[in-house]
């Protein structure tokens, strides 16, 4: 009955009881409580159990994800955080991984490609410069911290890097597989979440029917429900399964099926070629873009208009450079399948390394190892093709016009010795550019062989038919890569002639005769003289040096050569000091190390300068000129030298002249060391080699020559210095020799007014001397007036003769010429002062004033007379 309807109170009451019962009507599900429809069974998702192997790699897998997104902007700083995050993580996980006795693959990758992207940021320069100093900051720590890092791990990075493959199908389905648990879960929490708003929509509209129908309905379901045994429609229970689009297990097996495919083709694929899936309609063939069009007949007007137009986009801004490299590759092998002869070839061969010099931009910066390793290939190829075809003419002074690269005689215009020292140039600023210390300078430092090589190629192709100041060129090249290397069978035969001797001996003189620059011949001949230095040739190397008077106009050459210069006299320097020539080994190395700047004027680094700072273009020029580390003379060595050379030579000298006030002073860094280590307050034993240096010279003043030779003879100085001369036991016993002998001399100058006589034999036992040294010492020094002694040969005594004046008279006398000295200035002054006087009052003529010049200086001439006479006079009292 409809509720509209109204009749008497029994049956309005009676409908309204009625009305109060909500039937569904057939086909729809009654409304009940949500906590009906979907159980609590249904609700609540299954509860996943997770191994702890799974936990500690999910999140190593965390962490990965999130360095790869890192590593996409080159966010430096945050891969640092991520990489030692993943350090941590591992280590939390090492029991795990040690339980399954094998380190996870992904794990592996990671390491093997966060080396690789590090090495590649690290090669690209020019992306490090325009990184934010947190970013630059980031790939230096990173760098060292990876490389430290996988010292632990090289045995299997090794290993992943020769099969890489290896294990990725297992590490993928395990992966996979839980990929799918988790989208399983997703898809299921989504679609139940969206079928329940729409059942509830749906509900809402139902109840909103007319009465009639859902009369209708409700008899209808009551019957259906009754002869169902109350299990009918009306009565559907809601389960997950409703919502969802696909039963979990279904779309499992789907993407286990997907699975298996992807294994299968990767296996097909390593058994037998390529695999290619087949789509719907024709095929589709991209082919790359032909150099030529299809009928286009390939000849040499083909090809060099083709090389004309490749060759036009040099330099260009928005040129690609690799892409050019590989369109003048083709081009070439192109010409050469189509038998256009050697010339066109040679001629595109000589464009091909002229882009791959312009593949960097910046001359102050390097190449990259790759383009290195295809320049020295390339140069090599060139060379291969001038030596088979003899024939062609080659050189600067063809005109393009003159060109004939189609029938003989060919002519191509080109330059092997220019393409060869650029070559040479940029070897040295790959080796400039290499940490001097990383195995990376000594994989780029065994190229040099290769170099060499090439410049003995070029040579035998250059002198032949080369011109003489293309012969002076190719001979420079190879010196400057001989002088600097020692060859010990030179060394310890040097009567018998050495094959690297002549061939220096033979260019150098070619040189001296046929060079008309005077920069070739400058430089060739302090090579020749480094050379004959570093193997103690001792007496031609300053012979040649003294004859070139290269010393009176080496500051009119440019830097370079004055860096070779310096160079050289260092080597000679040391050169005498090995051969016991002190004094010589202190003049040669005094203006080297007087300054401070050893290392700067050997081109061995950069000082900091306090008065002005460098601009960036003067420190990008002045590193330039940097020698590459190989090159290197060891400063302390150096300085090591220079300080026992002064202390030989200075020690003595001090003895000697102790009370002159007026005494020149040999060697200012000595005398500088000395000062600083007075003014210290507490002096401890000696650890630095100027430290050691400072005790020994103070041993030698007392003659105390044992104690001298144990500072500066000693393990330590050993490690330092003496161990990288050749041969060193012999320097060593040189240097010990010299210490006897000067501590001897001091000593004598130091004691000689306490004893009336000395006995020889003495002497010699207490300085471990042969009785000939010590006799042929004290003649010297007693002929040269620097003792007043004299010799008795029949009892081997020297007798002394008191001539010398005691400390008290020393004092005296230097008192007396300070405060003549002193008069001599006051008389000066009030002389002047007179002078002045008197012209003003008189007016002062010409005349006047000559004549009081003139009795001025007879007047100051004889005082100084009077006073020299009176000293002679008390000198001779006092004595």
Not at 78 to 86: C, H, M, N
Not at 242 to 248: H, N, V
Not at 733 to 750: C, N
Request: proline share 3%; glycine share 4%.
């Amino acid at each position: 009955m409809s509720r509209f309807f109204k009749g008497s109170d029994s049956e309005s009451e009676s409908s309204s009881s009625d009305d109060e019962i909500n039937v569904p009507r057939a086909g729809t599900t009654a409304p009940r409580p949500v906590a009906y429809a979907f159980s609590d069974e249904e609700d609540e998702p299954k509860r996943i159990v997770r191994s702890a192997k799974d936990k500690r790699f999910d999140e190593l897998r965390e962490i990965i994800k999130k360095m790869g997104n890192h590593k996409k902007i080159k966010d430096m700083a945050s891969v640092l955080t991520d990489f030692e995050e993943l350090g941590k993580a591992y280590e939390k996980a090492k029991k795990v991984i040690e339980k399954e006795n094998q380190i996870p693959r992904f794990f592996m990758r990671c390491l093997v490609e966060l080396e690789d992207f590090v090495a590649e940021c690290w090669e690209d320069r020019e992306g490090r410069k325009q990184m934010s100093k947190n970013n630059a900051k980031g790939l230096t720590t990173l760098r060292q911290k990876l490389k430290k890092y996988n010292r632990d791990f090289e045995s299997d990075i090794t290993s992943y890097r020769e099969n890489p493959d290896e294990g990725e199908e297992e590490e993928a389905a395990d992966s996979e597989e839980e990929e799918f648990e988790m989208e399983i879960q997703e898809d299921f929490s989504k679609s139940r979440t969206k079928e329940d708003t729409k059942a509830a929509k749906k509900m809402a509209y139902d109840d909103d029917e007319d009465d009639d129908d859902s009369e209708w309905d409700m008899s209808s379901d009551s019957s259906s429900s009754e002869s169902d045994g109350g299990e009918g429609p009306g009565t559907t229970v809601y389960t997950a399964a409703m919502f969802l689009k696909k039963q979990p297990g279904e779309d499992k097996k789907e993407k286990k099926d997907k699975k298996e495919k992807k294994v299968r083709r990767k296996k097909e694929e390593d058994e037998g070629g390529e695999w290619e899936e087949v789509t719907k309609g024709a095929p589709m063939i991209k082919e790359a873009p032909k150099m030529f069009a299809k009928d286009t007949e390939v000849n040499h007007e083909a090809v060099m208009k083709k090389l004309n137009e490749i060759i036009s986009a040099r330099g260009k801004k928005g040129t690609d450079r690799n892409e050019q490299i590989a369109l003048l590759q083709e081009l070439q092998s192109i010409a050469d399948a189509n038998n256009l002869g050697p010339a066109i070839s040679m001629k595109i061969m000589f464009h091909i390394i002229s882009a791959i010099y312009d593949y960097n931009p910046n001359i102050a910066t390097c190449m990259r190892t790759e383009m290195w390793e295809k320049c020295l290939n390339t140069v090599g190829e060139l060379l291969d093709m001038v030596e088979a075809n003899s024939d062609i003419v080659i050189g600067e002074n063809v005109l393009e016009e003159s060109e004939n690269v189609t029938t003989p005689p060919y002519r191509i215009r080109g330059c092997v010795l220019t393409v060869v020292e650029r070559m040479d140039e940029e070897f040295t600023k790959m080796l400039q550019a290499c940490d001097a210390h990383s195995t990376e300078y000594v994989d780029r430092l065994k190229d040099e062989k290769a170099v060499c090589d090439i410049l003995d190629r070029l040579q035998a192709y250059t002198v032949p038919r080369g011109t003489t100041e293309e012969i002076c060129r190719v001979y420079l090249r190879r010196i400057e890569h001989m002088y600097y290397k020692f060859d010990p069978e030179a060394y310890d035969n040097p009567q018998t002639e050495n094959k690297t001797f002549q061939e220096m001996e033979e260019m150098c003189k070619f040189i001296y005769a046929k060079d008309l620059t005077d920069r070739l011949r400058t430089r060739s001949m302090l090579c020749q003289i480094y050379h004959q230095a570093l193997h103690d040739r001792w007496y031609e190397a300053r012979d040649l040096m003294l004859m070139s008077h290269l010393q009176d106009t080496i500051q009119h050459s440019d830097v370079p050569t004055q860096i070779l210069y310096n160079r050289t006299m260092v080597q000679l320097g040391l050169c005498a000091f090995r051969k016991g020539m002190i004094r010589d080994a202190h003049n040669a190395l005094v203006d080297i190390q007087s300054g401070g700047r050893a290392k700067e004027l050997l081109a061995q680094g950069l000082l900091l300068q306090r008065q002005h700072e460098r601009t960036p273009e003067q420190e990008k020029i002045e590193k330039r000129r940097l020698l590459p580390y190989h090159m290197h003379i060891n400063l302390e060595l150096l300085e090591c030298v220079y300080l026992v050379s002064a202390m030989l030579i200075e020690v003595p000298y001090m003895a000697a002249h102790e009370m002159d006030a007026r005494r020149r002073m040999i060697s200012k860094n000595f005398h500088h060391v000395m000062r600083m280590s007075e003014r210290q307050a507490l002096t401890g034993p000696p650890e630095s080699m100027r430290e050691h240096v400072v005790a020994a010279s103070k041993a030698m003043k007392t003659g105390d020559w044992k104690a001298c030779k144990n500072f500066i003879l000693n393990e330590k100085m050993n490690a330092k210095v003496w161990e990288l001369f050749y041969k060193s036991e012999t320097v060593q016993e040189m240097v010990t020799g010299k210490i006897q002998e000067e501590s001897l001399r001091t000593y004598l100058f130091t004691y000689s007014s306490v004893y009336d006589s000395l006995c020889l034999h003495t002497l010699s036992d207490m300085f471990e001397l042969d009785k000939g040294v010590v006799h042929s010492i004290m003649s010297k020094m007693i002929i040269n007036e620097e003792l007043m002694a004299s010799l008795d040969e029949p009892t081997q005594t020297v007798i002394m003769h008191r001539t010398e004046p005691t400390r008290l008279q020393s004092l005296a006398l230097q008192l007396s010429e300070k405060v003549s000295s002193l008069v001599d200035n006051n008389e000066r002054i009030m002389e002047l002062k007179q002078g002045n006087l008197f012209f003003q009052k008189s007016g002062g003529t010409q005349d006047r004033q000559d004549r009081f010049q003139s009795n001025y200086q007879q007047n100051r001439s004889q005082n100084w007379q009077d006073r020299r006479n009176q000293r002679q006079n008390y000198s001779q009292r006092t004595y």
